[in-house]
Nanobody, 125 residues
Framework: QVQLVESGGGSVQAGESLRLSCTAS????????MSWYRKAPDNLRDLVAT???????GYSSSAKGRFTVSRGGAENTVSLQMNNLTPDDTGVYIC???????????????????WGEGTRVTVSS
């Protein structure tokens, strides 16, 4: 199992910044990607930003230009720098790790996802 711990959430005014961090620990194998999601009102998770093993990044349309995702000094840490926050950014931000794991008894790999508990971001106008 992989454990994810997020930090950095809080309450800010519109236009301010926050930096979220997530550290993975436990049975880490080969991390394919580390990502940030935001829990939507219908409890589904909307992708905010992702960074692949090779460093490629991707962002939602609302995050592009304002948010920056990066891997930390340790390979198992991911951060999300959020600038120029708006009330629409309010929500619970959840860290995700996708990693390759050997299927027991075989020489094949599968991709498994792990999720953190989330950290709350509140932006007031």
């Amino acid at each position: 199992q992989v454990q994810l711990v997020e930090s950095g959430g809080g309450s800010v005014q519109a236009g301010e910044s926050l930096r979220l961090s997530c550290t993975a620990s436990g049975a880490i194998t080969i991390i394919n990607s580390m990502s940030w999601y935001r829990k939507a009102p219908d409890n589904l998770r909307d992708l905010v930003a992702t960074i692949q093993r090779d460093g490629r990044t991707g962002y939602s349309s609302s995050a592009k230009g304002r948010f920056t995702v990066s891997r930390g000094g340790a390979e198992n840490t991911v951060s999300l720098q959020m600038n120029n926050l708006t009330p629409d950014d309010t929500g619970v931000y959840i860290c995700n790790v996708e990693q390759r794991e050997l299927i027991p008894g075989t020489s094949f790999f599968e991709l498994n996802d792990y999720w953190g508990e989330g950290t709350r971001v509140t932006v007031s106008s």
